[in-house]
């Protein structure tokens, strides 16, 4: 498991301030969500995924409550069939194992090609929450801070309706 020490090392060298709370362990956003209510923030769904063969991934960030077709992502992103990441492809990429994919996952040397995507409605949150590459803790920063943690990857960034 990815060591949430070094998120908060890459947060501090950027000076973006966040907030953080611990919680046992949480594997959906369904389990998380007893967790969440009362931080203040937005929560959102961290999806892994590839394309069909394999040669593209994806981190998508969306609203706790949407639902995510692939079918439909997969129009506007300009792919071909999507489907999730196996465990193995997801430590490969992002260094963290299930239940604590988020884009700070993007501190692992592995991440360099992956493509993230976000809903363009998360941009009115006035803070977004995330895990710090493990599933017990969540932390809080906030859109524009996310977007200077973004900028400061070599990943390809896009907003998109989703």
């Known amino acids: 498991m990815s060591d949430p020490q070094q998120v908060y090392r890459a947060l501090d060298a ?3 301030r966040y907030d ?10 369904d389990d998380a969500a007893a967790h969440w209510t009362p931080i203040p923030a937005t929560p959102v769904k ?3 995924l ?3 063969k394999g040669n593209r991934h994806y981190l998508v960030i969306l609203g706790i409550e949407k639902h995510a ?3 439909e992502l997969v129009k506007v992103i300009g792919d071909d069939r999507l489907s999730f990441g196996s465990a193995d ?3 490969a990429q992002l260094g963290v194992t299930p ?3 988020s884009p700070f996952g993007l501190l692992h040397e592995g991440s360099g090609a992956l493509h993230v995507i976000l809903d363009e409605q998360l941009r009115t949150a ?13 932390l809080t920063v906030t859109v524009a801070d996310l977007e200077r943690f973004l900028a400061s990857r070599p990943n390809r960034v896009r907003w998109l309706k989703l």
Request: hydrophobic share 45%; proline share 5%; glycine share 4%.
């Open 14 to 16: 950027l000076g973006i």
């Open 20 to 29: 953080v709370y611990q919680h046992p362990a949480v594997f959906t956003a």
């Open 46 to 48: 961290n999806l892994f």
């Open 50 to 52: 590839r394309n069909k």
């Open 69 to 71: 077709d692939l079918s």
């Open 89 to 91: 492809r997801l430590m």
């Open 99 to 101: 239940g604590s994919v």
């Open 126 to 138: 006035e803070r977004l929450m995330f895990h710090p590459n493990v599933n017990t803790a969540s």
